[in-house]
């Protein structure tokens, strides 16, 4: 086996070294009540593995606007990288009929999650027998100004994509962000599930946060950051 010259075997390991600086675990913990917006969060077992149940703070449905209510995950700050979770939404036991379990991934957070992006899934759309309702599997939305109501209607089709999805189940996602440029993978594929293009706020820096809907109760584990 032909060996490298010394100097190649150092930046090789230099290298080696970078990936493994900028990978990051996030350990998921209960955070200070102003970090919980709408949310409220215990740390629990869940399918076997340790996890943050996020369900809708007072145990209330309705409150708030959709897509305001996200858990800041403290000393986080995330421009640019790789997001890596698995997660799992369900609907809660007393939502209403049209609630779908949305669960999702929040970042670029301000301090006070007035604005942020965010990839979500809609579990009990994957399997629907209504073809519309699978069409709306996987979202992205921009709080405050781009939410799920007005990209819907202003660019049908361009911010949601089909994924098979079962309600209650861990699914791992993958989000990749540069700049402008976000993508969506789940389920460990290699082609993306979702593509956005252009980011409403921008190149921005921010807070990840654990980001549910109405009438969900939702788990997250094994969040990891590659930068």
């Not at 070294?17 to 919980?36: F, G, N, R, W």
Request: contains cysteine.
């Amino acid at each position: 086996m032909k060996k490298l010259h010394p100097f190649l075997t150092v930046i090789a390991l230099s290298a080696l070294a970078i990936v493994i600086v900028h990978a990051q675990d996030i350990k998921l913990d209960v955070p200070k009540a102003e970090s919980q917006h709408n949310v409220k969060a215990e740390k629990v077992t869940y399918r076997g593995k340790p996890a943050m149940r996020v369900t809708e703070a007072g145990g209330g449905l309705g409150l708030g606007d959709f897509d305001d209510r996200v858990l800041i995950l403290p000393e986080t700050d995330f421009q640019d990288g790789e997001i890596t979770l698995e997660l799992a939404g369900d609907v809660e036991s007393k939502a209403p009929a049209g609630a779908r379990g949305f669960v999702g991934l929040a970042f670029r957070v301000t301090p006070n999650a007035d604005k942020f992006e965010c990839f979500y899934l809609r579990p009990t759309n994957g399997r629907a027998e209504d073809q519309v309702r699978r069409n709306h599997s996987a979202q992205y939305i921009s709080h405050p100004e781009f939410a799920w109501q007005r990209l819907p209607r202003e660019v049908p089709e361009k911010y949601e994509s089909y994924v098979d999805l079962e309600p209650g189940v861990w699914t791992k996602v993958r989000i990749q962000v540069k700049g402008t440029q976000a993508r969506l993978f789940v389920h460990g594929v290699s082609q993306p599930t979702l593509i956005v293009n252009d980011l409403k706020l921008g190149t921005s820096s921010g807070a990840l946060g654990l980001w549910i809907g109405p009438g969900t109760v939702a788990h997250f584990t094994d969040l990891r950051v590659n930068r």
